[in-house]
Structure formats: C-alpha cells, structure tokens
C-alpha cells in the first residue's frame, strides 16, 4: 500500500492516449461478445432467417427485371441490410453504459475524452466482420458466388467502412434515449423502413417514380447496388440517375457525410450529457 | 488547507413543464485529512452535489474547487487526483472483478503492469481475490459495492467522494465497509460521504452538513446536531387507556421537557437528559403504581428527528434525485 505510484500525466488528450483508451474502450466491449454469445448467435439466426425466407418465399415472385438469379441478387442486400442495422447495437450498447452508470465512472477517469465513443465505433466494425463472414459462408451456401477474390475483398471493406459510419448514427441515438427499451424501439422505428425501402429486397422497377427515386438514392440501395455490381451480382438498374449509375461513389459520399454529421454532433452530446 | 470548497452552488433541471432547483445555493468546505458527511434525505441534493465536484455536472451558478482546482476550469487535472463512487455500483457486468480494476487502472493512465498490481492489491484488500476471475454478473449486492469502490481507489486518490456507499447493503456488508472506509481515513483520505443514515454519518464523519431541499440547514458534528434536536427521549406505551394520565404524571416528575402523547397508540414520549438513569427511574416509579406497560425503551435521536427539529417535516423521499438519474441517460 505504500509504494508510490507516478501521478498520472495530465490527460489532455493527445492521439496516442486517444488511441491507447479506445483500444481499451474497444476491448472492453468486444469482451462482451463471448460472455454474452446469445446476442451474436441471434443476430446471425436473424439474417439467416432474412435469407432462407426471402431466399425461398419470395424468391420465385420476385423476377429480377434482365435475368438473373434472386439468391444472388439478394445477398449483396442481406449484408448491407446487416450492416444498417449495425447503428442499432452501437446504440444499444451506448444506452446500455448509460443507464448503469459506467458512462458516469468513465467520465470521472482522466482518460481521453473522445475515446468512449472511438472505441465504440470501431469495436461495432469489428463485431461485424465477424457477423459478415458466418452470413457470406450462409451465402454461398445458398447459391451465392462472387466473380473474383480482389471483389470480395473490397466489398467486404466497404460494408466495414459503411459499418463505421452507422455506428456514429448509433452512438448519437444511444445517447438521445432514456432507456434500453426506448432504443430498441427507436432503432427499430428509424432502421426498418431504411432497409426496405430500397432495392435489398426487390428490384426498384416495381415501385412508384416517386418512390423509386427516394429509394435510389436511399444508402442502403447505393451500398447494395455498389457490392453487386462489384461482385458481378444482378443489379438491374431502374434509371440513370447518379445514385443508379454510380453507388459506388455516392456510397462513399454517404458515408463521409454521415460520419462528418454524426461524429461532431455524438461527440458534442457526449461532453455535455447529463449536464 | 480545504481539501474541497463550494460557493453558493445552484443547478437548476428543466422538463417541458416546470423546474426542479436541485442545488439551490450550497456552501461547503472540507479540510484536508477529514471526512464530511452530507446528510439528508433522496432528492435534497446530496448525489447532484457530489456529481459537480466529481466534473460530471456542470454547476448553473456558483464555483467549486478541489484541490484548489476548479472544477469547470481544470476538470480534467481533478480526474488524476479523485476516487469516485456512487451509489450504483459502476462496474462492467460482463467483465471479471480482475478485468474490471485493470481496465479502470489503465483508464487512470496507469501502465498495464501497475494496473494489473494495483488490482491484485484491491481485490485482497476487499476480499474479493476468490472471485478475482468470476464475471461481476454473478457477484452478490456487497461485493459489487466493494468492487465499485476498489475502482474507485485504483489510482489512489488522495480525495474521494462516496455516494451512499452503504444504501442498498445488508447490515453485515453495511458494517465491513464502515471498516474498510475507516482505514482509508486513517490512511490520510479526504472523504465526501453522502448518507441518509444519521448513524452511517455518526460512525464515520468529523462534520455532517444536512441537506434539504438543495439547501444546508444545519452542520456540526454529530454531537452538535444531536444536542440541537434534543438528545435521547424515552418512550413509554402504556397497556390501558385509563393509565394513561397517571404515566404521563410520572414521566413531568421524572423527566424535563415537554411530555407528548399519541392518543391513537398510546404512546408517550419525553426528552430524556438522564439517559438509562431516568429511564430505571421510570420504570420503577411506573411499577410501584401498578401501570401495565406494552413497552418502553430509550431512544436515540434519528435522522427523522434531526429534520423534524430543523425542517418541522419529516425526511420523506421528494424524487429529485431520482429525476437526475434519468437525466444521465
């Protein structure tokens, strides 16, 4: 008890302190995963189900305007869909924190400030390139096939960065509820109607002109229409607008938009909540 | 030196429909190497108070220093030098007690060796080592309290605020972490201790400043504050209506003060300055009339008479702090 031990420097910040808490931040959280496997095993049971239903249910309803094989229409779309849905847990686990009060041990620590949400964000990536390789393998299982391995790669990394950037959207909304339960609803609410309105599930031809431009432009379509087209999967295109003709750049537009609106505004919230 | 002070600290919490004057103009000083006790009942401002010093809340008016930091200016000099716990127990759940001390330590930008030293050090100081590696999930309401604590401490910190540490604990885990906050005392900590139990604040301050209604109306030490509400008192409930008077005659003669009577229970109830002395004396005089008593004992005085005396309403709960809480989320 009576060894000294060096004060702590002054915690101002600086990015290797950054780094150093949010690596920390980021294995705290991931070390939830297996003490918890539960949530991973039901969230990959969740897209599985997404997968065989539309797979087999609709699958043979849904013609895909040009040719082509639904399975491998839809699978690009299953891992977008996941990948969306990637703000939800990001924003639960943020609640979660909350209401237990280890935000508030957290923010008493001279740690670096920004750190508790770094590390959030990037431990989500992680988590979801574990959850993405069981659905590529449930994919391939069911007919699905990529063109060339310097394709998937690139998709992968594509759905990690758009996995990024929701994660912002997830912490900003974690902070902004009250309860886990008011999460889950709210996630639900915002996410739902993103996924499925756009092309995961059906070709955009079949809905209204009106609709069919909102659902284009709709990042969910722009990130599935980019995967397909890299990866040589049916991606019928409904116009010539540039979120048709180009996802692939207006994917990574989303993306830097999303993280430029959602990062400043978390970590303003963060500094001053409960205050 | 003052350890901590505050000046005239207001915070104000907004909902659509009214306002809630949580802290309402709170003075406070704490010399270093002592322990002042807050007391007062939920919602007086007690958490909202330690929640400013500790950097988590940002006063609406008034400053506070620590240290002789202050605490909006130099929030973040003050984190390397305080322990904070509160009154739920801020630990990892999914971690183990060991990983959660390491994680805190290396977040008090400790090395991982130190961090990893220092944790083995606390889970053997609060007895926690034979469930060092066991996930916090499966751990008791005591031993979380004494794990959120043991973070608290991992950095040594030579000021440390404890929010109600012993609400919540049954009365055997209740007096193993009076013994443990003892020691720390001894060992030189500044402590800032919130409590509804006048006994935790007798066992463990030098100084106790009630609070109410995010105001101090009254600090002393606890003999200063007993005196103020009057000192012990003896209870007598007698077993028939009829002998009601004749006790009451008994306990004027024996006793000064003011002698009451709940007529509905039978109660009678007077300021005793004798202590047991009066109480034998009662009880012998009672006998020799032949009074056939239900009960009687000497009480000492609660923290609902300390607000009785101060406030004229008892210490009953407002929901304030409860109101805070949800805030943080």
Not at chain 2, 83 to 92: F, K
Not at chain 2, 273 to 280: D, K
Not at chain 2, 288 to 311: A, H, M, N, Q, W
Request: aromatic letters at 6%.
């Amino acid at each position: 008890m009576t060894a000294t031990i060096a004060r702590p420097a002054l915690a101002a910040g600086g990015i290797r302190q950054t780094a150093r808490d949010s690596l920390l931040i980021g294995w705290r959280n991931l070390k939830r995963i297996p003490r918890i496997p539960e949530l991973a095993i039901f969230a990959i049971l969740q897209s599985i189900m997404f997968v065989l239903l539309f797979a087999y249910v609709f699958g043979g309803a849904i013609p895909i305007p040009g040719g082509g094989d639904y399975k491998a229409f839809l699978m690009p779309g299953i891992f977008a869909q996941n990948i969306v849905f990637a703000a939800g847990i990001a924003a639960i686990g943020m609640t979660d924190d909350l209401q237990k009060g280890i935000i508030d041990r957290f923010r008493s620590l001279p740690m670096a400030r920004p750190a508790v949400l770094i590390g959030r964000t990037f431990s989500e990536v992680i988590y979801n390139a574990g959850i993405l390789v069981v659905l590529m393998a449930s994919g391939v299982f069911v007919g699905w096939r990529v063109n060339e391995l310097g394709a998937l790669v690139a998709g992968f990394g594509l759905l990690l960065l758009f996995a990024y950037a929701m994660a912002w959207v997830g912490v900003f909304l974690g902070m902004h509820v009250p309860t886990v339960e008011v999460a889950n609803q709210a996630i639900f609410t915002v996410l739902f109607p993103i996924t499925f309105l756009s092309n995961v599930f059906v070709p955009l031809q079949t809905l209204p002109s009106w609709l069919q431009l909102v659902a284009e432009w709709n990042p969910t379509s722009t990130l599935t229409a980019a995967l397909r087209e890299m990866w040589g999967n049916p991606n019928p295109e409904a116009s010539t607008s540039l979120a048709a003709q180009e996802p692939l750049l207006v994917t990574l537009g989303w993306v830097v938009v999303i993280i430029a609106i959602f990062g400043p505004l978390s970590v303003r919230r963060y500094r001053s909540i409960s205050r | 030196m003052s350890a901590i002070t505050a000046e005239g600290l207001v915070k104000i919490y907004r909902t659509r429909k009214n306002e809630v004057r949580a802290l309402d103009g709170i003075d406070l000083s704490v010399d270093e190497g002592t322990v002042l006790g807050l007391l007062g009942p939920n919602g007086a401002g007690k958490t909202t108070t330690v929640r400013i010093l500790a950097t988590l809340l940002r006063p609406d008016a008034g400053r506070a220093t620590v240290a002789g930091l202050d605490v909006v200016a130099q929030a973040q000099q003050i984190r390397t030098l305080i322990g904070l716990s509160g009154q739920y127990a801020a630990v990892d759940e999914n971690l183990t007690g060991r990983e959660n001390l390491w994680l805190f330590g290396q977040l008090y930008q400790l090395s991982s060796a130190e961090a990893r030293q220092r944790a083995d050090e606390l889970l053997d100081q609060f007895e926690l080592t034979d469930a060092a590696d066991r996930v916090v999930k499966t751990y008791s309401g005591g031993m979380r309290r004494r794990l959120d604590l043991g973070s608290a401490l991992i950095g040594r910190p030579r000021l440390l605020f404890l929010d109600e540490p012993t609400t919540g604990l049954d009365p055997r885990s209740r007096l193993g972490m009076w013994d443990v906050i003892r020691d720390l005392v001894r060992a030189g900590t500044t402590l800032l201790l919130t409590t509804q139990y006048l006994e935790e604040a007798d066992e463990l301050a030098d100084t106790i400043a009630v609070v109410d209604h995010g105001k101090i109306i009254a600090r002393g030490t606890a003999d200063e504050l007993k005196s103020q509400v009057g000192g012990e008192r003896i209870e007598v409930v007698v077993h028939r209506r009829d002998d009601v008077g004749r006790a009451m005659e008994v306990l004027t003669r024996d006793c000064e003060g003011d002698v009451t009577l709940d007529e509905h229970t039978r109660r009678i109830t007077v300021p005793a300055r004798g202590g047991a002395q009066t109480l034998v004396q009662v009880v012998r005089h009672l006998d020799e009339l032949s009074v056939p008593i239900d009960d009687i004992g000497l009480r000492r005085p609660t923290l609902d008479d300390v607000f009785l005396s101060l406030t004229g309403h008892a210490a009953e709960e407002s929901g304030t702090e409860s109101g805070d809480r949800g805030k943080a989320a």
